[in-house]
C-alpha cells in the first residue's frame, strides 16, 4: 500500500509539474497557431517572450503587483507583433527574416536596457511576495482529494497553480471555440488559405491578419510573464533558452490545433519534468545518464518531430506569402 | 503601392543598404540616448577606439575575419534561397575538429597539421551544416528551425566532451590543453617582426587573409562557376531549376553544407589562431551577426568583407566604449545587428520606396 501511495504522489509531483514547465510552451504554441492560421509565418516567438519576460518582471519589481508585470508583458510583446507584423503585412517583407529579427532585437534589448537599469549583468532584482502570481486553490479540491484518481489530480495537479496557468488552459479553450464556431475564426482560417476569397468578400486582408498577430502578442505576453514573474522569480539573461522554437515544432506536431497542440506542449512539459527527475540517475545496467543527454532531449526531439518521422504536416495554404491585392 | 520598382543597379546594391543601415545607426542612437548615454560622444569613442591606433585596426580585423566568416556562410544559403541561423553551432562543430586534429597530431610540422585541422574544421562543420540541409531537402523540415535546434545541440555537445571526454585534468575549466606550437595559426603581428616591422600586439592572425582568399572562392564559385549558376537558380526558383536539369535537393544539401563549411572558418581564427585550445562559446553571437553583415552585404562577397568590417569596428569601439561608459555592453551590437537584419532584410521594401521617390524620375523605370 505503501508504495501505492509512493508512486501516486510521485506521479502526481511529475504531472503538476509537467503542467507548469508546459505553459510557457503552450502559449507560445497558441500564440503561433493564431499568427500562422491566418497566414503570417511567426518565428519571431522566442523574442516576444523574452521580451515579455523582461518587462513584466522590471514592471512587477518596480510596482511589487504581478498584474500590472503582465500587463507591461503583455505590452511589450504586442509591440514587437506589431513591429513584425507591419514587416510582414503592410511592407510585405520576408516573414522570417523579420521573426529572426525580432529575436535578436529582443535579445539585444533585454541586455542592454537590463544592465542600464539594474547593473546585474542583465538580471532584475528577485520578485518577491505580491510580485509573483500566488497559487490558486481550486474549489473543493481539498474534498475531493481523498477520491482514488481523480482526487489527486485534481487537488495536486490542477488545482494550486499560479493564475497564468489557468489563463493559458482557458486560452486553449478560446481558441479551439473561437476558431471552429465563430465568423472571426471562420474568416481567420479563410485568409490563411484563400485571402483572395475573403478580399472578394470585402473584408480586409491585413485588418484580418494584424488581429491575429495581436492576439498571438498578447498570448506571448501571457507566456513570457509566466517565465519570469511565476516560475523564475526574477529574469535571466536569454531564459526562454529555445522555447519558443520547441513551441513551433510542437504546432506543426499538433496540425495548426489547439487541443492537440495542448497535448503536444504538455508532452513536451513531461519530457522535462522527468529529465529533471533523471539527472545522474543510474539506468539499469549501471549506465549514468549524462546530464547533457537529458538537456538536448527536447531539441533533439524537435529536430525528429519535423523531420516528419511522426506523420507529414501541412501548413495553411497561404502561410508566409505577403497579400497583394492587386494579384 | 504594389507596382514593383526597378531601381538603377548601383542604387539597389549601393544606396538601399547604405540607406537602411544610416536608420539602423539612427535607431541605434535612440536607445543609447535612452539608457542615458549621448549617441555623438558614443560614436566618436567609437570611432576613435577602432580606427585610431595601429592596435585597434588590429583588433578591428580580428573581429572582422570572424564575421567575414559568419556573413559568408549566410550569404552563400541565401543565393539557393535558405537561411542559415546555424553558423553559431557549424563554427563550434568545426572547432571540435579542428581540435581534434591539433590535439592528435600536433608533433608534426605545422605546414601538415594547420592544412588538416583546417580541413577537419570545414568538414565537422560541413557535417553540421549538411545534416538540416538533408531534413529541409528529402524530409521538408525548416531549415530555420532546424539550424536553431542543431545551435543548442552543437552548445550542449561541446560541453558534454569538453567536461567528460576531451578535458584538461589540470583546468578547472571545461577545454582541452593548449595546441602544441605547431599547430598554432601565426599572428600577423609576429610574422611582422620576423620581417622586421614592428607591429602591436593583437589577435589578429593569417585567418583574415584566409578570410579574404575565401570571400574571393565565394566569388568565384557562385558568380564564375556552374554551380553557383546552379544555386543560384535554386534560389531564383526551384521549379525552373528542375526544368534545367538541376536537382534543388542536391543543391540545397550541398549548399548548405558549403555553408557549414564557411561558418567553420569562425573556429579556425577562433581556435587554432587566437585561443590555441578548444572552449565553451568561442563563437561568442558572432554566427547571428553574421546575418546581418550578409543581409547588409546584399549577399555579395564584396558587400560582406564591407558590412563585416563594420561591424569589426562596432565590436572593437564597443569594448572601448564599455571601458569609459559602462551602461553601453556588447549586447549594444546585437541590438544593431537586430535592427539592421529588420532594416535591410524584411523592411528592404521600405527603404526602396523611399530612395526611389527621392531618385529622380529618370532613373527610376
Not at chain 1, 52 to 79: D, K, N
Not at chain 2, 242 to 253: D, H, K, L, N, Q
Not at chain 2, 256 to 273: D, F, I, P, Q
Request: proline letters at 5%; aromatic letters at 8%; a positive charge.
Amino acid at each position: 500500500m505503501d508504495t501505492l501511495s509512493d508512486v501516486s504522489t510521485l506521479t502526481a509531483v511529475i504531472l503538476a509539474s509537467a503542467l507548469r514547465l508546459s505553459v510557457p510552451l503552450i502559449a507560445a504554441c497558441l500564440a503561433g497557431l493564431w499568427s500562422e492560421r491566418s497566414g503570417v509565418v511567426d518565428i519571431g516567438l522566442e523574442g516576444k517572450m523574452l521580451i515579455a519576460a523582461f518587462a513584466s518582471a522590471a514592471a512587477a519589481y518596480a510596482t511589487h503587483s504581478a498584474w500590472i508585470g503582465l500587463g507591461a508583458g503583455i505590452l511589450a510583446s504586442v509591440a514587437f507583433a506589431l513591429l513584425h507584423g507591419f514587416a510582414a503585412i503592410s511592407q510585405r517583407g520576408n516573414q522570417i527574416v523579420s521573426g529572426v529579427a525580432i529575436n535578436l532585437l529582443a535579445a539585444g534589448l533585454t541586455a542592454v536596457i537590463g544592465n542600464a537599469w539594474y547593473g546585474q549583468g542583465g538580471r532584475t532584482p528577485p520578485l518577491e511576495g505580491p510580485a509573483r502570481f500566488q497559487d490558486l486553490v481550486l474549489p473543493g479540491a481539498t474534498v475531493i482529494k481523498s477520491v482514488p484518481v481523480i482526487g489527486p489530480l485534481y487537488a495536486d495537479v490542477l488545482s494550486g497553480n499560479p493564475v497564468p496557468v489557468y489563463l493559458t488552459l482557458i486560452a486553449v479553450a478560446l481558441t479551439s471555440f473561437v476558431m471552429a464556431r465563430t465568423r472571426f475564426g471562420l474568416r481567420l482560417r479563410a485568409v490563411g488559405n484563400y485571402p483572395g476569397a475573403v478580399d472578394t468578400a470585402g473584408v480586409s486582408v491585413a485588418l484580418l491578419r494584424y488581429r491575429a498577430v495581436i492576439i498571438s502578442g498578447v498570448l506571448c505576453g501571457i507566456g513570457g510573464t509566466y517565465l519570469s514573474v511565476s516560475q523564475a522569480a526574477g529574469f535571466l539573461p536569454l531564459m526562454t533558452a529555445g522555447k519558443g522554437f520547441i513551441a513551433l515544432a510542437a504546432l506543426i506536431f499538433a496540425h495548426w490545433r489547439a487541443w492537440p497542440a495542448l497535448g503536444a506542449c504538455l508532452l513536451f512539459g513531461l519530457l522535462d519534468a522527468v529529465s529533471i527527475r533523471l539527472q545522474g540517475a543510474v539506468l539499469p545496467g549501471s549506465i549514468s545518464v549524462p546530464v547533457q543527454a537529458i538537456q538536448a532531449l527536447p531539441y533533439l526531439m524537435t529536430v525528429i518531430l519535423l523531420a516528419g518521422f511522426v506523420g507529414r504536416a501541412i501548413p495553411p495554404r497561404a502561410s508566409g506569402i505577403p497579400y497583394v491585392k492587386e494579384r | 503601392m504594389s507596382t514593383p520598382i526597378d531601381l538603377p543597379r548601383w542604387a539597389d546594391i549601393g544606396l538601399v543598404p547604405a540607406v537602411a543601415t544610416v536608420a539602423a545607426f539612427l535607431v541605434a542612437g535612440l536607445v543609447v540616448m535612452s539608457i542615458g548615454e549621448s549617441p555623438l560622444e558614443a560614436t566618436r569613442i567609437l570611432i576613435e577606439g577602432s580606427l585610431g591606433s595601429a592596435e585597434g585596426i588590429g583588433f578591428t580585423l580580428y573581429y572582422a575575419t570572424n564575421f567575414i566568416f559568419a556573413g559568408l556562410a549566410v550569404a552563400v544559403a541565401f543565393h539557393a534561397g535558405l537561411f542559415n541561423i546555424g553558423a553559431e553551432g557549424q563554427a563550434t562543430l568545426g572547432g571540435l575538429g579542428a581540435a581534434l586534429v591539433a590535439l592528435s597530431l600536433d608533433w608534426l610540422p605545422g605546414f601538415v597539421v594547420l592544412p588538416l585541422a583546417i580541413l577537419a574544421a570545414a568538414a565537422f562543420g560541413a557535417l553540421w551544416g549538411f545534416i538540416p540541409g538533408y531534413l529541409q531537402a528529402k524530409r521538408g523540415s525548416h531549415v530555420v528551425i532546424t539550424t536553431i535546434m542543431f545551435n543548442f545541440l552543437a552548445a550542449i555537445l561541446i560541453v558534454y566532451l569538453l567536461v567528460n571526454v576531451m578535458g584538461n585534468p589540470k583546468s578547472m575549466a571545461p577545454e582541452t590543453r593548449n595546441f602544441g606550437p605547431n599547430a598554432h595559426l601565426p599572428f600577423i603581428h609576429a610574422l611582422a617582426q620576423a620581417m622586421g616591422l614592428n607591429m602591436p600586439a593583437t589577435p589578429l592572425n593569417l585567418s583574415f587573409p584566409l578570410a579574404l582568399l575565401a570571400a574571393f572562392g565565394v566569388w568565384l564559385l557562385i558568380y564564375r562557376s556552374r554551380l553557383g549558376y546552379a544555386i543560384r537558380t535554386v534560389g531564383a526558383s526551384p521549379a525552373a531549376a528542375v526544368y534545367a536539369g538541376v536537382s534543388p535537393e542536391r543543391i540545397t544539401m550541398l549548399t548548405m553544407a558549403l555553408s557549414g563549411s564557411l561558418a567553420a572558418g569562425l573556429a579556425v581564427n577562433e581556435v587554432l589562431g587566437v585561443q590555441q585550445h578548444l572552449l565553451l562559446e568561442f563563437t561568442s553571437g558572432y554566427g547571428f551577426v553574421g546575418i546581418a553583415v550578409a543581409l547588409m552585404g546584399r549577399a555579395h562577397p564584396v558587400g560582406v568583407v564591407l558590412a563585416a568590417l563594420l561591424f569589426g569596428m562596432l565590436y572593437q569601439g564597443g569594448a572601448e566604449l564599455s571601458f569609459d561608459h559602462p551602461a553601453i555592453t556588447r549586447d549594444m551590437v546585437t541590438v544593431i545587428g537586430g535592427v539592421l537584419i529588420l532594416f535591410a532584410g524584411a523592411l528592404d521594401g521600405l527603404f526602396r520606396r523611399a530612395v526611389a521617390l527621392v531618385l529622380p524620375r529618370r532613373l527610376v523605370a
